[in-house]
């Protein structure tokens, strides 16, 4: 149980361009999602935390109208780079909980961004 | 400011040898500290969560421990299939957010 999906596993793109990622629930309604990134050998860093139908909530440094996140079902959030440039390249993870207080996150695999 | 701080950043054990991992933390109000397990280019996977001081938790050959300051993480008679970057995190009520504060982890070699 507790199994949470993320699409693509990787992705290239060129400057200027929006690329969306899509983090799944597939076993338990998630009604909340965590977004991260995490550079080589560093730890992760939350970018942002979504309820279910409900405005996301971003961390202090995080440029909301780049970063455009939608928790539109209890099983989906979706995260778009807007207009990405090489300093976006990075490892994008999600998680999610099924709320309630001290929950715990379950990961997805993580996604892959290369910006040439 | 909530802290996690781990200890060493990274350890090489030979197979069969036992260590432990280090997880410090400060935190008003410690709702929760989770151990994950993070292979390179992959999502961290979920060990063990640990909720109040003296709270012990088990799998397979590692042991979870907690105290009012730190967590520790014991690796008996490890395997190479152990070796994985091991992080740990701490769960502090932020105005009804269930957001975590990573440490930087733990990465563990285990050499046959």
């Known amino acids: 149980g507790a199994v949470v999906s993320q699409h693509p596993s990787w992705v290239i793109c060129k400057s200027g361009t929006s690329v969306k990622i899509e983090c799944r629930s597939l076993?338990?309604?998630?009604?909340?999602m965590f977004w991260y990134r995490q550079f080589p050998k560093q730890s992760l860093m939350l970018m942002a935390t979504?309820?279910?139908?409900?405005?996301?909530?971003?961390e202090q440094g995080v440029e909301k109208d780049k970063f455009l996140i939608n928790h539109a079902s209890l099983t989906l959030s979706t995260l778009t780079v807007t207009s990405a440039h090489p300093e976006d390249s990075s490892f994008y993870i999600c998680?999610?909980?099924?709320?309630?207080?001290?929950?715990?996150?379950?990961f997805g695999p993580g996604t892959r961004l290369l910006v040439l | 400011e909530d802290q996690v701080t781990q200890s060493p950043e990274a350890l090489r054990l030979q197979e069969g040898e036992s260590s432990s991992l280090n997880c410090s933390y400060t935190v008003s109000g410690l709702r929760g500290l989770f151990w994950y397990r993070q292979d390179p280019g992959k999502g961290p996977e979920f060990l063990f969560t640990l909720y109040s001081a003296g709270e012990e938790k088990e799998k397979e050959r590692l042991k979870a421990t907690l105290t009012k300051k730190e967590s520790f993480l014991h690796i008996t008679a490890p395997k190479p299939e152990d070796s994985a970057t091991y992080l740990c995190?701490?769960?502090?009520?932020?105005?009804?957010?269930?957001?975590?504060?990573f440490g930087k982890g733990t990465k563990l070699t285990v050499n046959p």
């Open positions: 998680s999610a909980t099924g709320g309630g207080g001290s929950e715990t996150q379950y």
């Open positions: 995190a701490v769960q502090a009520p932020q105005g009804g957010s269930e957001k975590l504060v």
């Open positions: 076993d338990f309604q998630a009604t909340t």
């Open positions: 979504s309820n279910e139908g409900s405005k996301a909530t971003y």
